[in-house]
């Protein structure tokens, strides 16, 4: 195991990180938390960490299951917390 597997290991670790105190400062069923941007920044870096970590593990030789497992959390929670109506892809501006 090389400095470059730990490096890689430690992204996904902070992608992870991310993502969970993201959605810890997001996620609320009753009132919007005053955190609730913050949170949904978080989420979308570790989406993109993870999406970053996906690629690299494809350019190092990795089999194709293990980037698209890497790269699933980033599409699916990355891409929920994009398209939500309280996301931030409704303060993006529209083209007409």
Sequence with gaps: MGWNEGLWALLVLLAAAMMAC???????????SPTHAVGHRLVLLGAL??????V?????????????????????????AYELPDGLYAHLPKQR
């Excluded at 960490?49 to 996906?54: K, R």
């Excluded at 990795?62 to 698209?68: A, N």
């Design 49 to 54: 960490a993870f999406a970053a970590t996906a």
């Design 56 to 80: 690299w593990a494809r350019l190092r030789g990795r089999p194709i299951w293990g980037s698209v497992l890497t790269g699933l959390r980033a599409v699916v929670v990355g891409g929920l």
């Design 22 to 32: 993201g959605l810890a400062a997001s996620f609320n069923f009753i009132v919007r």
